[in-house]
């Protein structure tokens, strides 16, 4: 009877540990500075520009995509994503990055892209 208390506390703890976890790993804020990327040790969504003027890199060996961006500020932090480059990557109006900052490098486990809408061009349009 004992051990089904003990049980029972076990998956209690382990349920709100996973919990605690999860809930950490989501409740990432969006961070426009890369000085705060860089300084710090925790997963971050970074958004910025891609760097044009740098192009791109592609290894199809060992499957990474690499680039350069920059924030407002113009701070500028190479980024590499274990996976293939977007399909939209190179009309990009601006790129959102979820990874860490380590040895120099951002390593994204995920890429956004946010592409010009036909809405906004429209609406751009209208205004004058």
């Given at each position: 009877m004992k051990s089904k208390y003990i049980f029972g506390g076990?998956?209690?703890?382990?349920?709100?540990?996973?919990?605690?976890?999860?809930?950490?790993?989501?409740n990432i804020g969006y961070e426009e500075d890369f000085s705060n990327v860089i300084n710090s040790e925790k997963t971050v969504r970074a958004t910025g520009f891609w760097v044009k003027e740098k192009s791109y890199n592609v290894d199809n060996q060992k499957k990474l995509f690499s680039f350069y961006m920059k924030d407002y500020n113009d701070t500028e932090i190479k980024v590499v994503y274990k996976g293939a480059i977007p399909n939209n990557f190179e009309s990009a109006t601006s790129v959102v990055v979820t990874g860490k900052y380590q040895n120099g490098v951002f390593v994204a486990k995920d890429i956004l892209t946010k592409c010009p809408s036909k809405y906004?061009?429209?609406?751009e349009g209208s205004a004058t």
């Amino acid at each position: 009877m004992k051990s089904k208390y003990i049980f029972g506390g076990f998956i209690i703890v382990v349920f709100f540990s996973l919990m605690g976890y999860l809930f950490t790993e989501t409740n990432i804020g969006y961070e426009e500075d890369f000085s705060n990327v860089i300084n710090s040790e925790k997963t971050v969504r970074a958004t910025g520009f891609w760097v044009k003027e740098k192009s791109y890199n592609v290894d199809n060996q060992k499957k990474l995509f690499s680039f350069y961006m920059k924030d407002y500020n113009d701070t500028e932090i190479k980024v590499v994503y274990k996976g293939a480059i977007p399909n939209n990557f190179e009309s990009a109006t601006s790129v959102v990055v979820t990874g860490k900052y380590q040895n120099g490098v951002f390593v994204a486990k995920d890429i956004l892209t946010k592409c010009p809408s036909k809405y906004e061009e429209e609406f751009e349009g209208s205004a004058t």
